[in-house]
């Protein structure tokens, strides 16, 4: 872990979902409590540096993550990418913040478009961003591709051709093709079977090794957080419960939401030992 | 001895496409005796939901149950006419799926859906059906059951509709319970509920459950024995404890080693992994299925057949070399390069 000023400093951040109204309330003229999908949220992150984002379905993971890179409009608080405000970044330099922040999704197969060779879409997002090296097609398509263990012979293929494991590698080729800074892993690895779970993961090690990005990985099973992640931060309704070392969170849970999630982590090992 | 709950032998299921023949299930054996779990684990694309749905004779078309034998308590399923299949789905076994989200009607009340079911199968009155509804979803554990019987499938949590799902599968106390990854959709602290329902209904009604998954955690949890499924073929079956305490399968054995684990917090050591992808369907390569990517392949392993052989009571291995850990690691690494 390299030490400095943070990379990526989130203070009080706050987003609110207006639920839509019901019969009723319109009628009488009222509004529903809206839901506080992320509330009063804080976290740093530096180079080098993996934060594991864990809670249940709703607990607000993914808004964080979107609130972020601003693919969802944040209601208040600060977001700070190498001293740079996000939230007041507009036209130009937004799309320069966007560059430096990636994101990969869950689901590999809707993240790439299915009519575009792997190497066009790897080489698209490239050109977009100007980036150097972009110009020579054939070589920035290999290099890409090679950081992320696949060869070069599947630039020619399609989405549809490769296997799940396969595509989600294609889909942070595409993510690092551009420099980022940061990259934003959301449930990256969640809908892949354990075989091909394993070896993301230890892609994503030896990518924070060799590359000293910043990597936000969100991931609902603590398991996985445990595997790739430095630090962990355990999210329920909105808020961050606990932060801290993942060897810490997950040692000795402070936050009783904590200890009942690692409670319920199924166990690889026999539940009653015989 | 009676005969077993539930027999499965040398099944076979192939589909017939435009690129030929592909099977997704071979020669695979299976055996659930009364009021046990057996765990069948496998990843995506092993066979073990065909395995599974062949027991109700459920396999999609172009798909069709090749050759082998499926026994419920010694009658023959795959010989069944129409009306005892019939009788079969209805009273001996119950199936639950992996999707709550589309396995209910969305636009009839719970309370009518099961009362639905149980009037077709058990010929039950009105209102008999509906105090056994209510009773079903008490004993499920949904909190209020005479109310939440009146809401539809959109006000429940995926949790409560897993457990509808359950009261559904279990009305007419099916001996055999049938469940294709029921928890992989919900959250952990709602798996552990529906974890611990299963065991509870398996406990106290002695239904034998078949569970399908993909998560070892899950299959720890809950089951006697457990079934490993790699390329088509069940490549290691025993009890629960020899499975993880003494694997046989290479496969097994890098699939376990490949899980992760909270105690590896803090430590940036790198996972061990399987080299290589899960074998393409449409080819069929002699000898080991798993040779391709197993780290003992011997020059034999071309040429073997897969079958299982007993390696302890209970504990059987398709794996020819034994012991294979005595074998010399012929590839090694961590690195998961893909070609």
Known sequence: MSVGPPLLRVQGLRKDFGLRRTLAERISRTHAQPVRAVDDVSLELRRGEILGLAGESGSGKTTLARCIVRLV??????????????????????????????????????????????????????????????????????????????????????????????????????????????????????????????????????????????ILFVAHQLAVLAEVADRVAIMNRGRLVETGEARAVFGEPKDDYTKALLAAHPHPRLSSAA | MSPPLLRIEGLQVEFDTPHGQVAGVRDAGLVVEAGEIVGLVGETGSGKTLACRSVMRLIPYPGRIAAGRIEFEGRDVLRMSPRELREFRAHDVGMIYQDPFSSLNPVFRIGHQLTETLRANLGLGKAEARARAVALLRDVGIPDPERRALSYPHEFSGGMRQRVMIALATASNPRLLLADEPTTALDVTTQAQILALLKRLNSEHGMGVLLVSHDFGVIAQVCDRVAVMYGGHIVETGPVEAIYTSAEHPYTCGLLESIPRIESAGQSTRLPVIDGVPPDPTERLPGCVFKPRCPYAQPDCDTVTMALEPVAPGHATACPVRPFRAANRTRSSRTGAQV
């Open chain 1, 73 to 214: 409009e944040p209601d208040a608080g600060t977001i700070e990418l190498g001293g740079t405000d996000v939230r007041k970044a507009r036209g130009k330099a937004l799309r320069e913040l966007r560059r430096r922040m990636q994101m990969v999704f869950q689901d590999p197969y809707s993240s790439l478009n299915p009519r575009m060779t792997v190497g066009a879409a790897i080489h698209e997002a490239g050109r977009v961003h100007g980036r150097p090296g972009s110009e020579n097609r054939e070589q920035f398509v290999r290099e890409s591709l090679e950081r992320v263990h696949l060869s070069a012979g599947l630039a020619k293929r399609r989405p549809r051709e490769l296997s799940g494991g396969q595509r989600q590698r294609v889909a942070i080729a595409r993510a690092l093709a551009v420099g980022p800074e940061l990259l934003i892993a959301d449930e990256a690895v969640s809908a892949l079977d354990v075989s091909v779970q394993a070896q993301l993961l230890n892609l994503f090690l030896d990518l924070r090794e060799q590359l000293d990005i910043a």
